[in-house]
């Protein structure tokens, strides 16, 4: 059973940065694609970004590509979201995720594991 803990979240301006960060409790962090999800006010939860278990592929959601970027240290067994230019659409709850696969990384079925959240706020 992984354990993900985000952090990094917090209240930014328009036009701000963050780095979330995403903490896996087990050493084979290696074994597993990571994804980021986000669910805003009163919508449902939508894919962000992924990368696959080597860092060699990563996919990004075209609503933050140019301004979001995801990277991973396996050493750290921690993956990141680096968020640019952030705007007021970007608030939501931001939402780390591990899975075994890559052919659907964009949707929820493909992660197995999943942490708490961490709101993010970008206030205009």
């Known amino acids: 059973q992984v354990q993900l803990v985000e952090s990094g979240g917090g209240l930014v301006q328009a036009g701000g940065s963050l780095r979330l960060s995403c903490a896996a409790s087990?050493?084979?962090?290696?074994?597993?694609?990571m994804g980021w999800f986000r669910q805003g006010p009163g919508k449902e939860r939508e894919f962000v970004a992924a990368?696959?278990?080597?860092?060699?592929?990563?996919y990004l959601s075209n609503s933050v590509k140019g301004r979001f970027s995801i990277s991973r240290d396996n050493a750290k067994s921690t993956a990141y979201l680096q968020m640019n230019s952030l705007k007021p659409e970007d608030t939501a709850v931001y939402y780390c995720a591990a899975g075994y696969g890559w052919l659907q990384v964009t949707t929820e079925d493909e992660y197995n594991y999943w942490g708490q959240g961490t709101q993010v706020t970008v206030s205009s």
């Open positions: 087990e050493r084979t962090f290696s074994r597993y694609t």
């Open positions: 990368i696959r278990r080597s860092a060699d592929s990563s």
